[in-house]
């Protein structure tokens, strides 16, 4: 498949925000959420309150993943994983 220039998608910089906060959460407990603070930088806040608003986070400030978000947030941390500098390449 050839990509012309100009064709090519990118994540913009509020998907990246929003995947940042998904990796953040910890999917071994469901019991286990997160809190954006006030102080926080002004795109982590914009961030979980997207989120919040596509149903992925239970709070405006982050709280607890919903079943959506627990989807999300699994594929994010799975794909940071794949993507991590290995010692020696998987597919070799």
């Known amino acids: ?27 071994q407990s469901t019991q286990q959420g997160i ?7 002004r795109e982590q806040i914009n961030a979980v309150q997207r989120l919040f608003d596509k149903g992925l ?3 405006s400030d982050g709280g607890y993943l919903t079943d959506l978000g627990r989807k999300a947030a699994e594929h994010a941390q799975a794909l940071m ?9 998987m597919a070799s």
């Open 1 to 27: 498949m050839n990509i012309a220039e100009g064709e090519i998608m990118h994540y913009t910089e509020e998907q990246m925000a929003e995947i940042d906060i998904l990796i953040r959460y910890n999917l």
């Open 35 to 41: 809190k954006v603070h006030s102080n926080a930088n």
């Open 57 to 59: 986070v239970t709070q």
């Open 81 to 89: 994983l794949i993507l991590a500098p290995h010692q020696q390449s």
